[in-house]
């Protein structure tokens, strides 16, 4: 394992942790590291864990003299092993993932969650907003929206590059569950929701995200995991009412999955 720390300090914790899961992401990061120092609010760290790059990731991130900053390099058994780990290290009252090619919609946005925070009565658990999707130069702006657990059952809410959560989210081991290989975030999500865990909506939008990753490649796998989360959450009343939504959900999967090879060959002429 390799560790590397930059002015590092414990001593005090910073309001937010960003926890980065990198794998040989060169041609990527550099705008997510630029979106992070370009914040107004400087009361954050950032923990990179880092999978075992063999290229320039790692020399990227140390490039970007963020002053606090700590970077882990070993060997994972998956990003939400990955994310696991950052969320245990990491010193933050709250805490937010920001994907490696992901990066902050504008210089405002720590500076408005933290905002967002401090003017609610009761303190939330959950402060999330909307999102931009980006595939290739066009940009989609997402609304994103929690009224209550059954939100959960319909569909997939929220969008993890869209969500903080308070650090007392992940206590008592109520860490990313490594059985799913797509649906994890989705997995704990739902359970804060279904536990009354108090989801809190900024208003803006937190971050651009490209699609084309590994869960958009896992389409049918992704409703699969849903199903068997839905059931373990919600109960088989749950799972019925689930029911019509996975049927057509899984068959736009895999009607996505043929496509897809069409719709990249059309767009590369």
């Excluded at 925070?117 to 595939?135: A, M, Q, W």
Aim: net charge positive; proline share 3%; aromatic share 12%.
């Amino acid at each position: 394992m390799k560790y590397f720390a930059m002015n590092d300090s414990t001593e005090i914790s910073p309001y937010f942790s960003v926890i980065m899961v990198t794998f040989n992401a060169e041609f990527c990061i550099e705008r997510s590291l630029n979106s992070l120092k370009n914040q107004k609010c400087k009361d954050w760290e950032l923990r990179v864990v880092d999978g075992g790059s063999s290229d320039n990731t790692l020399e990227l991130v140390k490039l970007s003299e963020i002053e606090r900053c700590i970077i882990t390099s070993k060997r994972d058994a998956g990003i939400y092993d990955a994310m696991n780990y950052g969320i245990t290290t990491s010193n933050g009252r709250w805490l937010y993932f920001l994907n490696a090619g992901d990066e902050l919609s504008g210089p405002d946005v720590l500076e408005g969650i933290k905002a967002t925070i401090e003017k609610s009565g009761i303190l939330p658990d959950v402060v999330y907003g909307d999102i931009e999707t980006k595939r290739r130069d066009i940009r989609v702006r997402n609304n994103q929206l929690v009224n209550g657990p059954s939100d959960f059952i319909r569909k997939i809410p929220l969008c993890h590059q869209s969500v903080f959560y308070k650090r007392s989210c992940f206590d008592d081991g109520n860490l990313y569950d490594t059985r799913y290989a797509v649906c994890a975030d989705y997995h704990h999500l739902a359970g804060l929701s279904h536990s009354n865990h108090r989801f809190v909506k900024y208003d803006g939008t937190v971050a651009v995200y490209a699609l084309g990753g590994y869960s958009h490649k896992k389409l049918r796998l992704l409703q699969v995991e849903r199903f068997k989360i839905v059931k373990e959450i919600f109960g088989n009343i749950g799972s019925l009412a689930f029911a019509p939504f996975f049927v057509f959900a899984y068959c736009k999967a895999i009607l996505l999955e043929i496509l897809e090879p069409w719709k990249n060959k059309r767009c590369a002429k």
